[in-house]
């Protein structure tokens, strides 16, 4: 599969819905039901609610969020995307992904707004703070540093000794790929799409949250890193920044941040229309998914490993396809994107074009 090979998607679908001129304020967007056929259900983990308690009171200690950005992060429900992703783990690991979910809001809420010097700044402090988790924090340093550091301190309790090893470089993965994005940003820089997937792999902040799938097991570094299981930890991310640039980009539109989008990409690279950009998206989606199940089902056993080792190796790339799921389930049950209406947008696939704000 190539991407050269979807640059000209102009193909109609029935579903389809316009109303007024592609791209101008009230255009009908049809939202293409990605997963319409993807075999993992939606489910979620058993310890959610005390756990979101736990976790939303703990994010709050800090005080980190203008009134306005609490009501914010308070619709998001990020503890629920958390209990989806993961609904297998017990209490312990549910608190802990509960936590880095919350983490995750923090680092992207202040880095959204940060020039490259202020997002490299924010980098450090996180990574510091992983690396060096029991080292009293410096006195005026950014709140994430402190908040990564309590995050990563109750892992550390629960996490398997291979879990942690790989889990620091993973954080650096993620957050690199944030700080590069805020240079894309001050440069105005739009990227192609064979640069933009390899630079949302990164932002999308799934590295970091696979590496919590495996919290209680103790599989082999190169089991994890052998070519079929991190393409299909690729595929994964792909469907789940397409998912999540197809929910976003009206809300990015409007506000005028909507360059670090899929949608935006493929506009400006293939010269599509709004309508066109969404059907590109959809119709390359339904070929990654279709991908990601032959590889899913034709996943290597590894002889010389135990088959305890085995199994937990599948059950880490099920755990692919629960963060999948949970990623679309939770763009709509969640008010991220949708507000209110989002379990409405799930059945009809159907939003107005917002206006752009005035800056």
Known sequence: MTISSYTDPRRNRADVQTQGLDGQPGTLIYIPDTLAHFPWPRSVNP?????????????RSFR??????????????????????????????????????????VIDDESDRADEYEA????DCVMDALRNPYNPRPVGEWAGGRITQEFWQRALKTATPSCQKRYVDLFQ???????????DRDQQHIRDVETYFALRRQTIGTAPSYGLLDMHFNIPDYMIQHPHVQHMSDLATDMISMC????????????????????????HQFGLTLHEAYEW?????DDVLEEFIDLYETLPWFPNE???????LREYVNGLGDWVRANERWSFEGGRYFGDKG?????SRIVALLPQKVR
């Open 47 to 59: 310890h959610f609610e005390e756990c979101k308690a736990e976790s939303d009171a703990w994010i």
């Open 64 to 105: 980190v969020f203008s009134p306005k950005a609490q009501k914010a992060f308070d619709r998001c429900d990020f503890s629920l995307l958390a209990a989806m992703a993961y609904p297998r783990l017990d209490k312990a690991g549910c608190r802990v992904v509960c936590d880095v979910m919350n983490l995750f809001f």
């Open 120 to 123: 490299r700044y924010q980098a």
């Open 173 to 183: 993965y993620y957050m690199d790929g944030v700080v590069q994005q805020a240079i």
């Open 244 to 267: 999540n640039d197809l929910y976003s980009y009206n809300k990015e539109q409007a506000t005028g941040e909507a360059d670090h989008n899929l949608i935006t990409v493929v506009m």
């Open 281 to 285: 998206v959809g119709s390359y989606h």
């Open 306 to 312: 135990s088959e305890a080792t085995n199994q937990e």
């Open 343 to 347: 379990m409405e947008v799930l059945k």
